[in-house]
């Protein structure tokens, strides 16, 4: 069974910090690239980040690099997101996504084609 589950997401006020963790089974962990998007409603999934499986190559959203930082565990099959200093506009349903032999470049295309993704956890800052 291919799956990924998220988890971690929540409430908070403005200026706090959340640690999303999503699990993956029956994915090929080691060889994909992993990522994290978000969609708020009535926008577009965008691309959060992304992570290579070597953990050598990462990609952010430019306006998000400064707060949130994406991590793997392989032996764990584990892909995290801290994020901090959350603000109103990171308000989203955030999921994890699985694109196995993909690439870094393609990060914000996989928003729309990547392979495998979990149902999604909810993020609510407040102001």
């Known amino acids: 069974e291919l799956r990924l589950k998220e988890s971690g997401g929540g409430s908070v006020q403005a200026g706090g910090s959340l640690r999303l963790s999503c699990t993956a089974s029956?994915?090929?962990?080691?060889?994909?690239?992993m990522g994290w998007f978000r969609q708020a409603p009535g926008k577009e999934r965008e691309a959060v980040s992304c992570i290579r499986w070597s953990e050598t190559d990462t990609y952010y959203a430019d306006s998000l690099k400064d707060r949130f930082n994406v991590s793997r565990d392989d032996a764990e099959n584990t892909l995290y997101l801290q994020m901090n200093t959350l603000k109103p506009e990171d308000t989203a349903m955030y999921y994890c996504?699985?694109?196995?032999?993909?690439?870094?470049?393609?990060?914000?295309?996989?928003?729309?084609?990547?392979?495998?993704w979990g149902q999604g956890t909810q993020v609510t800052v407040s102001s």
């Open positions: 029956g994915v090929p962990f080691e060889t994909s690239v």
């Open positions: 996504a699985a694109a196995p032999g993909g690439s870094i470049r393609n990060c914000r295309e996989y928003a729309s084609a990547a392979n495998y």
